[in-house]
């Protein structure tokens, strides 16, 4: 498997406190994928970054936050989590843009919102 | 705009049995990726397809791409146990952002 760690694997929160989830690669891949997957939709692309500091948004990007200091960090932030952002939560790498290359997925993070 | 289509949801098979997903496009696609998640896993890459017409073969799995790149398939011969999970097809339409179907869950029944 790829060199890809989430953390943390579970999380449980409460409605309105902050959350930040991490993915971590050791691939030294360019670009780096959240994604959400809930029951009946698959999974759902959140935001993608295409280097250090160059993100962009996903179709379901409402309500999240993303950064990238670093080529082997990126972070995924709910600023004000609600209980519709309970879901399985992946971060995926590919060495250059996504349709062209595989992706590599990492364990993933379930998240509960009370 | 871009709608693929990924049939069926479910699915149960007598292990043994043959199974098919198939991804429909209303529009061509440039490439299609196929992946395998297992219960409790995590997507796995299995195979990238870009030719029309195009056929691969792994073992058992054999996927195809539409001569029209508007539809593909994957097909298990003589479906085991270890074939469970969900099959997921991810697609790029080109300038169109690139996206995965809704999956296909398969159960194989001993």
């Known amino acids: 498997d790829a060199g890809i760690t989430q953390s943390p694997r579970h999380k449980v929160t409460e409605t309105g406190t902050p959350v930040t989830l991490r993915c971590h690669q050791t691939e030294n891949h360019r670009y780096m994928y959240w994604y959400r997957q809930d029951p009946g939709h698959g999974l759902r692309l959140i935001h993608y970054s295409y280097g250090v500091k160059d993100t962009d948004k996903g179709e379901v990007s409402d309500g999240y936050s993303v950064s990238r200091s670093k080529t082997e960090d990126f972070l995924l932030t709910l600023e004000s989590a609600t209980s519709s952002q309970t879901s399985v939560y992946f971060c995926?790498?590919?060495?250059?843009?996504?349709?062209?290359?595989?992706?590599?997925f990492g364990s993933g993070t379930q998240l509960s919102v009370l | 705009g871009q709608q693929v289509m990924q049939i069926p949801q479910y699915q149960h098979v007598q292990e043994g049995e043959d199974f098919t997903t198939y991804c429909n496009s209303s529009t061509t696609l440039s490439n299609i990726q196929w992946y395998k998640q297992r219960p409790g896993g995590h997507p796995v890459f299995l195979i990238q397809?870009?030719?029309?017409?195009e056929v691969k073969k792994q073992k058992r799995l054999t996927f195809q791409f539409g001569e029209a790149k508007k539809n593909s398939s994957l097909h298990i011969t003589a479906t085991q146990t270890t074939d469970v999970g969900t099959y997921f097809c991810y697609y790029s339409g080109g300038y169109q952002k690139v996206t995965f179907g809704i999956g296909t869950k398969l159960q194989v029944i001993p």
């Open positions: 397809l870009v030719k029309s017409g």
């Open positions: 995926a790498i590919s060495e250059s843009k996504s349709g062209a290359e595989k992706l590599f």
